[in-house]
């Protein structure tokens, strides 16, 4: 429906929130704040991902 999208940001919002990320007040509407917070959000899950790689990469070279 044409009211699902701001209710699905709103969720994305409050989430952001509970993590410790700042997407300004829990609106509905994406703006500056919410942008700069998935970014950061994406940059951090970016970060864990690439540290897993690199130690799964290492434990497979050390046990080669």
Known sequence: ???SAPKTIKIIQD??????????I?????????KKALSK??????GIMSKQ?????YKAIATS
Do not use: F, V
Request: proline share 3%; no cysteine; net charge negative.
């Open 26 to 34: 829990a609106d509905g509407i994406i703006g500056g704040k919410t």
């Open 53 to 57: 790689i690199a130690e799964e990469n």
């Open 1 to 3: 429906s044409e009211n």
């Open 41 to 46: 959000l994406n940059k951090d899950l970016s």
């Open 15 to 24: 989430a952001l929130i509970e993590n410790g990320y700042n997407p300004g």
